[in-house]
């Protein structure tokens, strides 16, 4: 039995089109990072954390994901 775990790259959560019903890393877990192919875009969706009054962050939509 493991004890202890040191990744050596990064890892990343990917999110599948359909949130619902999609095959993401809810289904496989994290992702290396030399596995995942491609660039986002842009940011289609961004929500405020419910600590921080929650609601969907509007000027963060379909902004390019560089953040500019």
Known sequence: VA???TP???YYWMMGDNR?????SR??????????V????????????AARGGGIRWN???MGASGR
């Open 3 to 5: 004890t202890s775990f």
């Open 8 to 10: 050596r790259m990064d």
């Open 20 to 24: 619902n019903q999609s095959a993401d």
């Open 27 to 36: 289904s496989w877990g994290f992702v290396p990072e030399d596995h995942i």
């Open 38 to 49: 491609g660039k986002p875009l842009f940011v289609a969706f961004s929500k405020r954390e």
């Open 60 to 62: 963060r939509m379909f």
